[in-house]
């Protein structure tokens, strides 16, 4: 009898989501986690085939973005991790799947995938609305102004809060916080 695997929720994938060096990563000891082995197991059978992780795929944390990452969670859960974490983009994740082939590690990298898939949705629909709200400001700016300072007002607000998420976005990206 073969045991059920369930759906991880992709809130849980999210958090485990950071900006280090411009780039979207998780750390190894997450993965590991999600895929049901150990740090070590993942890291040797990545280190076996390390021609499939160039450097844009997985790199290791330097000192400084280890200790500002570490200060960010509690103690325990480091639980005396003395090496620095390597960490995978969104390519390295999708290259696990070739060389961790469990029926666990499968649907875990489809969560993952999805996941980014959704993070990049997101980031993109902001986008499209602060664009289409800056062309209506461009092109209706001053006719709402004539007729209802309200209208101005109610866009101004808008603007504000969309450019004011892209900012959170962007902010929230920095080493150390969740995406």
Known sequence: MTKKLSVIPHEIIENKIFLIRNQKVMLDRDLAELYGVGTKILNQAVKRNMERFPKDFIFQLNKKEFENLRSQFVTSSWG??????????EQGVAMLSGILKSRRAVMVNIAIMRTFVRIRKLVYSYKVLADKMDEIDRKYGQKYKKHSKKI???????NYLIKGREEETKNKREIGFKV
């Open 152 to 158: 101005q007002e109610i866009l101004a607000i808008l």
């Open 80 to 89: 005396g991790q003395r090496y620095a974490p390597y960490v995978f983009t």
